[in-house]
């Protein structure tokens, strides 16, 4: 069998430590619910001999106890789980065979006892495992076991009355039959073989969800969770490109000033450090007000409101978000000072609002989420006419006034630029100064990124 990747095979192992907890669970309520019949309900004793049931009972509740708080604490492991099930039809077994010498009856006795009912629930509570193994050694075990006891009965009793193919012989007698004892030996190992089956079919059904889970973990770091869950509850019929929805979002561009020559000018491993700590703070900005990372663009960021899920307050969400950026950087710019980097990152925001297409673009075997829309172009002409406004954020009279009636409230006055000429527009368009360029300050030098 083809060895699991480390990731799938650590969380089936969780779930198998999950299932020793549930066990020994189920092996403690048994053994209250046993241990408080024998207590307080009438019950068949014998006096010719050692009662062994409520030692033995006593002694398994302490076992099961001391097995649980290692199942709690993760210690269980094979060689453990092997001699808790030796122990456990070991232990019944025992139970069994001392009913032989408790009512001072022939060995043949005890192959009458109800008792061995209970074989069929340790199998039964191995099958909570999703492990075959395990259940395999429990159903060899007690068909071991049973055999033991017929063995015993007519080869080693000195009280042996014999072996009789009359049934009613059996049943009112000590003789012993041996087919109603193949009978039970057949029932035993067939019962292990179908749950084993099951289980195998089970485990195979569990390693393929499993690894279907750890993908779409996986592929939700990728991509907005919410596009993962909805890609992962479609049926692949529903998957095709060219369908589309038409939804009010709002598109926030960021970008980073002067990255070209920080990127020349430094290691490529510092480079790495600085976007990752860039991309981290303006993600956490950016979910904060419940926007979705649409792609990144190297040092670029394109980010969407209202276009995963509708949104009433898409343009209001992102025209907080791009306030919520500038602070961001703030906050980046002191750490990166406080380690001593000689580096001081500006960022360029834009933000666009209004109807856009939401849906699946592509070809048969490579699809992609995506929007499309005036207000992405609009969004990434805006933050290019930054460059020409001498400014640092913009977006649109109509965006804003959008986003008021959407509960937004600007930080302090913008700044309004009527009748604008924005490059790859053909009309003039009012525009909406979310911060000046001179309230940034310069880069630094820049020498590197490590602390000093």
């Known amino acids: 069998m083809k060895?699991?990747?480390?990731?799938?095979?650590?969380?089936?192992?969780?779930?198998?430590?999950?299932?020793?907890?549930?066990?020994?669970?189920?092996?403690?309520?048994?053994?209250?619910?046993?241990?408080?019949?024998?207590?307080?309900?009438?019950?068949?004793?014998g006096s010719a001999g050692f009662n062994f049931v409520p030692y033995a009972l006593g002694g398994y509740a302490v076992f099961t106890v001391l097995r649980l708080g290692l199942?709690?604490?993760?210690?269980?492991?094979?060689?453990?789980?092997?001699?808790?099930?030796?122990?456990?039809?070991?232990?019944?077994?025992?139970?069994?065979f001392s009913y032989h010498v408790q009512y001072d009856e022939p060995a043949a006795f005890v192959?009458?006892?109800?008792?061995?009912?209970?074989?069929?629930?340790?199998i039964a509570l191995r099958a909570l495992r999703f492990d075959p193994s395990f259940l395999i050694l429990t159903g060899a075990l007690a068909v071991v076991s049973w055999v033991s006891l017929v063995v015993y009965a007519i080869f080693f009793d000195?009280?042996?009355?014999?072996?009789?193919?009359?049934?009613?012989?059996?049943?009112?007698?000590?003789?012993?039959?041996?087919?109603?004892?193949?009978?039970?030996?057949?029932?035993?190992?067939?019962?292990?073989f179908l749950l084993a089956y099951v289980l195998m079919r089970s485990r195979a059904l569990l390693v393929s969800a499993v690894r279907d889970h750890v993908i779409a973990?996986?592929?939700s770091r990728f991509f907005a969770p919410e596009i993962a869950r909805n890609v992962g509850e479609q049926e692949p019929a529903e998957l095709v490109s060219g369908v589309a929805t038409t939804r009010d979002i709002a598109a926030?561009?960021?970008?980073?000033?002067g990255f070209t020559a920080m990127a020349e000018a430094l290691p490529p491993s510092d480079v790495m450090a600085l976007l990752t700590g860039y991309q981290n703070a303006m993600a956490t900005v950016i979910a904060r007000f419940n926007g979705h990372i649409d792609k990144y663009l190297g040092d670029g960021i394109l980010a969407t409101f209202g276009a995963v899920e509708a949104s009433p307050s898409c343009a209001a969400d992102a025209l907080h978000a791009a306030f919520g950026v500038y602070d961001a950087i703030d906050m980046l710019n002191e750490e990166m000072q406080g380690e001593g980097?000689?580096?001081?990152?500006?960022?360029?925001?834009?933000?666009?609002?209004?109807?856009?297409?939401?849906?699946?673009?592509?070809?048969?075997d490579r699809l992609e989420h995506?929007?499309?829309?005036?207000?992405?172009?609009?969004?990434?002409?805006?933050?290019?006419?930054?460059?020409?406004?001498?400014?640092?954020?913009?977006?649109?009279?109509?965006?804003?006034?959008?986003?008021?009636?959407?509960?937004?409230?600007?930080?302090?006055?913008?700044?309004?630029?009527?009748?604008?000429?924005?490059?790859?527009?053909?009309?003039?368009?009012?525009?909406?100064?979310?911060?000046?360029?001179s309230e940034s300050s310069e880069t630094a030098p820049i020498t590197a990124l490590s602390p000093r």
Request: glycine residues 8%.
């Open 370 to 437: 995506t929007v499309i829309g005036v207000p992405v172009n609009l969004a990434a002409k805006l933050e290019d006419t930054n460059r020409v406004e001498g400014t640092a954020g913009l977006t649109t009279r109509a965006t804003l006034k959008l986003a008021k009636r959407q509960g937004f409230v600007p930080p302090h006055r913008l700044e309004p630029r009527r009748n604008r000429q924005v490059a790859g527009l053909s009309d003039r368009v009012d525009l909406i100064v979310l911060k000046d360029a």
């Open 71 to 96: 199942a709690y604490r993760r210690r269980l492991g094979t060689s453990l789980i092997v001699a808790s099930i030796v122990f456990d039809v070991a232990l019944l077994t025992a139970i069994i």
């Open 158 to 192: 000195p009280d042996f009355a014999g072996i009789t193919r009359n049934y009613v012989e059996y049943t009112n007698g000590s003789k012993v039959l041996v087919g109603a004892e193949l009978d039970k030996i057949i029932v035993i190992s067939a019962t292990t």
């Open 252 to 257: 926030l561009f960021i970008d980073i000033r």
């Open 341 to 364: 980097r000689a580096l001081h990152l500006r960022v360029g925001c834009a933000v666009a609002a209004g109807p856009a297409l939401v849906g699946v673009v592509g070809g048969a």
């Open 217 to 219: 973990g996986n592929l």
């Open 3 to 45: 060895a699991l990747p480390p990731a799938l095979k650590r969380r089936i192992d969780e779930l198998d430590e999950r299932a020793e907890i549930r066990i020994g669970w189920a092996q403690l309520a048994l053994i209250i619910f046993f241990g408080s019949a024998y207590a307080f309900l009438p019950r068949a004793e």
């Open 111 to 122: 192959l009458k006892s109800p008792t061995a009912l209970y074989f069929f629930l340790f």
